[in-house]
């Protein structure tokens, strides 16, 4: 995953530094942005690794410790009896046609993935929209098309694409994106009692998806004190993908 993102973002700086000597003082601003947007992103994966080293190194101090007071034979977290009875449900495996990747489309899937992580949402569809012409069976390339027309507000083809999921899929956090994704749709169309009950079914598939419950929360506040709604759209589950 890791690689396939930083191959990504070399290949924009590569394209930067190509670019720039040639460029326009109107193609140089966009370039800066993207610059700035490359290195905002290096940063935070630096941060979030001193942070894991720091843990790590902690855990390891006392590991000596732990090992010598814990019966090692017996787990260190219980089950919890109490815990809801959706382990089932969330235990579900991606179908192959949720995770499958013809090897023709494996590098145009790289890319996109490369590209959407760095927010490029315009770079970004174009490649989910070539995979999906050679496989569009492909689950994977599907959810990340929609979830890019999501941010680029083309409402009518996210639609398509997460209606087309819905059908498609039976791994139960890609249908509670989709019924997400949905229900963000009709709150921008202004159907809040359709955008209620879709934000409901996606909670309902996998309620550890915790933008599902913001987006009821918000909606349910908003309906009985209006004001700005906000929607989470769900987008940041696939930057783990």
């Known amino acids: 995953m890791f690689q396939h993102m930083f191959s990504s973002m070399t290949e924009v700086l590569d394209g930067i530094i190509e670019q720039y000597p040639e460029a326009s003082d109107q193609e140089r601003v966009c370039l800066h942005e993207q610059l700035h947007q490359l290195k905002k992103l290096s940063d935070t994966f630096v941060e979030h690794w001193l942070a894991f080293e720091e843990k790590f190194t902690e855990f390891n101090d006392h590991l000596t410790g732990l090992t010598n007071t814990v019966d090692l034979g017996k787990p260190l977290l219980a089950a919890d009896p109490a815990a809801p009875a959706q382990t089932a449900a969330n235990a579900m495996k991606c179908s192959e046609s949720d995770l499958h990747i013809p090897d023709e489309a494996a590098d145009m899937m790289n890319k996109g993935q490369g590209y959407y992580k760095l927010f490029m949402f315009h770079n970004a569809a174009p490649l989910f929209q070539s995979v999906l012409s050679v496989a569009p069976e492909c689950n ?67 309620p550890a998806f915790a933008d599902s419950l913001n987006n009821l929360q918000s909606l349910k506040s908003t309906q009985s004190a209006p004001g700005h709604l906000s929607l989470y759209f769900g987008s940041t589950e696939l930057c783990c993908l």
Do not use: D
Request: glycine share 6%.
């Open 140 to 206: 994977m390339a599907r959810l990340f098309l929609g979830m890019s027309e999501m941010h680029l507000q083309h409402w009518s083809e996210a639609e398509r694409h997460f209606g087309l999921l819905i059908r498609l899929s039976h791994f139960p956090k890609w249908l509670a994106l989709g019924y997400n994704a949905l229900g963000c749709i009709q709150a921008v169309k202004l159907n809040m009692t359709h955008a209620e009950q879709l934000f409901q079914k996606a909670y309902e598939i996998y």
